[in-house]
């Protein structure tokens, strides 16, 4: 089994930061990519920004320059360093990992149960 793993959800003003990690453990043997979704309260998950096994990145639009995404793949584990936050980037913040758990055959997803990141005005 694939354990993700989501941590540094918290409360913070306008303007503030945080930090948050993901990390995959168990019976996974390779990841491609990582990512972070999240989802607002009556809204559908959108993702947030993605980063690549050589270190690609991508990042949706009303994150960009002021989220950062970066992965430590020797310890399986994903960033999102969030800075200049506003309310509307209050939501539960998924993390997903792109991996195998075995030689052959595609890469599965893995989901993590979820942060809540709650941005005040």
């Known amino acids: 089994q694939v354990q993700v793993v989501e941590s540094g959800g918290g409360l913070v003003q306008t303007g503030g930061s945080l930090r948050l990690s993901c990390a995959a453990s168990g019976s996974i043997i390779s990841i491609n990519a990582m990512g972070w979704y999240r989802q607002a309260p009556g809204k559908q998950r959108e993702t947030v920004a993605g980063i690549s096994s050589g270190g690609i990145t991508n990042y949706a639009a009303s994150v960009k320059g002021r989220f950062t995404i970066s992965r430590d793949n020797a310890k399986n584990t994903v960033y999102l360093q969030m800075n200049s936050l506003k309310p509307e980037d209050t939501a539960v913040y998924y993390c997903?990992?792109?991996?195998?758990?075995?030689?052959?055959?595609?890469?599965?997803?893995?989901w993590g149960q979820g942060t809540q990141v709650t941005v005040s005005s």
């Open positions: 997903n990992v792109l991996g195998r758990t075995s030689g052959w055959g595609p890469p599965n997803e893995y």
